[in-house]
């Protein structure tokens, strides 16, 4: 997770300070949202600020004296954005963990904390496209997101189904009331919308014709999908729907998460709206 405000805060391209854009953890981690394993590496996305960052501060974060500096100020400008490697154990980069989370508790989260690091030229990534390389990382994991929620809608479905089909209330079963089906009715055929969404960006994807406002568009709705299945699903199952027995609960809970990172609903709409009609509603 990011320095401040545990997401991406972009004052600091505003006033000319480093910026940590965020973190993901190494092949074998635990991906974006599990940053406790000593000993995964972590990829700090992002730096610096390029067109607001006066060469005095490149020299702060890559002094010239130091032959093993060489050349990198001029490649911060080329470039603008770069991605770094800092290692575990760097001298200013710090975590802290972000205690007391209700929403995937499995996993730990950790803010990552750089204060005045410095890197030598080979921290830097090599064949990195800057940002751009980050953000086309982001959008794999996106399509990722979308059928993972898709698969959350699709397991809670199936509890509630067959605890409405258990559970019995006025001598039958409670799927067998037209409220209850009315809600099974509506998660089946939002799982199947979904389904359908997210296969057809895949063919985009295959075919090389995907954007990221697509996958915006299924990591979007399949947040939406889910939250709303996890939502009825725990209703079908009474008090049981919070008990961890039962595993709706726990994707009740953990689908705010994923609501959240990785693009929030809002975010999403914003970028639509903006593939839509061309004009950038994000600010002012
Ligand atoms: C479990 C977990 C793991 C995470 N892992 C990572 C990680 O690995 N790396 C990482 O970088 N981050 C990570 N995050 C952070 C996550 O990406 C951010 O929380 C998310 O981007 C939202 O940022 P924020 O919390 O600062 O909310 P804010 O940006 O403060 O937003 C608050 C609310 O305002 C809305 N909002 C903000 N701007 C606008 C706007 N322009 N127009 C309309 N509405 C707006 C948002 O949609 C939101 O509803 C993680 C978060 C969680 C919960």
Redesign the pocket.
């Known amino acids: 997770?990011?320095r401040t405000?545990?997401?991406?805060?972009l004052h600091p391209l505003v006033d000319g300070r480093p910026l940590v854009?965020?973190?993901?953890t190494v092949p074998g981690g635990r991906g974006?949202?599990g940053?406790s394993d000593a000993d995964v590496l972590t990829h700090a996305i992002g730096e610096a600020l390029l067109g607001a960052l006066a060469l005095g501060d490149l020299g702060r974060h890559f002094p010239d004296t130091d032959p093993r500096y060489a050349g990198v100020s001029s490649l911060v400008l080329l470039r603008a954005v770069m991605d770094l490697l800092v290692e575990k154990g760097a001298p200013g980069f710090t975590t802290r963990d972000?205690e007391g989370?209700f929403?995937?508790r499995a996993s730990v989260?950790s803010e990552l904390i750089f204060q005045d690091v410095k890197l030598p030229a080979d921290a830097m990534l090599p064949k990195s496209d800057g940002l751009k390389s980050a953000l086309k990382c982001l959008t794999q994991a996106r399509y990722g997101i979308a059928w993972g929620t898709i698969g959350l809608a699709m397991a809670v479905f199936d509890e509630a189904l067959r605890y409405g089909k258990s559970r019995e209330q006025f001598g039958r079963p409670i799927a067998g009331f037209q409220l209850q089906q009315r809600k099974l009715a509506w998660m089946a055929t939002e799982i199947t919308k979904g389904q359908l969404l997210n296969l057809q960006v895949g063919r985009l994807k295959e075919a090389g014709k995907v954007t990221f406002s697509h996958v915006s568009m299924a990591k979007m709705n399949g947040c939406r999908v889910a939250r709303e299945c996890s939502r009825y699903a725990r209703e079908m199952l009474g008090a049981n729907g919070l008990a961890d027995e039962y595993q709706t609960g726990r994707h009740f809970c953990n689908i705010e998460?994923v609501y959240?990172?990785?693009?929030?609903?809002?975010?999403h709409t914003?970028i639509l709206g903006e593939a839509l009609t061309g004009l950038p509603?994000?600010?002012g």
Do not use: Q, R
């Not at 854009?21 to 993901?24: E, F, Q, R, S």
């Not at 959240?260 to 975010?267: A, K, S």
């Open positions: 997770m990011t405000g545990l997401g991406f805060d854009l965020g973190g993901v974006l949202s940053h972000y989370k929403s995937l989260t998460a959240t990172y990785e693009g929030t609903d809002d975010i914003l509603a994000y600010s």
